[in-house]
């Protein structure tokens, strides 16, 4: 889900309720962030490690997952427009997209503390402050992308693109 599609729930919620404007938005993103983050949590598999790498690495995932989602969300309707690699076919971009998407999915599968603490806690792509997003984009492209699943052309053009901001 989207923060666009998150902030559109919010304020349907909103509307519905009865009070002060701020305080029903409040609640009603409140609630809808709850959702969203029972959501996520249901669809990670358990972690395996120590109890303090299962913590940390817990912790990395939330909130990679919810910055790289974003990005490979982004990335590929970039993909579909002909923006990304314009002067290639469709078929090319498409298949682009699915090794994107195949690789997300695999790191989303991953049940390895260590590996998620290796990829963005030892680097601190995902910290306490927050994520470092263009150190989070070169660890899932040049890292993952790049290192498991040899996907050299798309593991630079994701870093290039989607590390400027």
Known sequence: MTKKEI?????????????DWIARMALALKM???????KMKKAFPALKGTA???AWANDIREKAVAALSEMVKEYAAKLDSGEYWSDKDHAYRSEKKTHLFEAFDALLNVEESKVWIELFGV?????????????LVNS???DWLR?????RRLAD?????????
Do not use: C, P
């Not at 809808?32 to 029972?38: L, N």
């Open 123 to 135: 680097n601190h792509a995902v910290s306490r402050q927050g994520v470092d997003r263009w150190t």
């Open 52 to 54: 303090k790498q299962v």
């Open 147 to 151: 290192a498991k699943f040899n996907r």
């Open 32 to 38: 809808v962030w709850a959702e969203v983050k029972e």
């Open 157 to 165: 053009s994701f870093s290039k693109r989607m590390g400027v901001y």
């Open 7 to 19: 902030m559109k729930k919010a304020v349907a919620l909103a509307k519905k309720m009865i009070g």
């Open 140 to 142: 899932f492209a040049q």
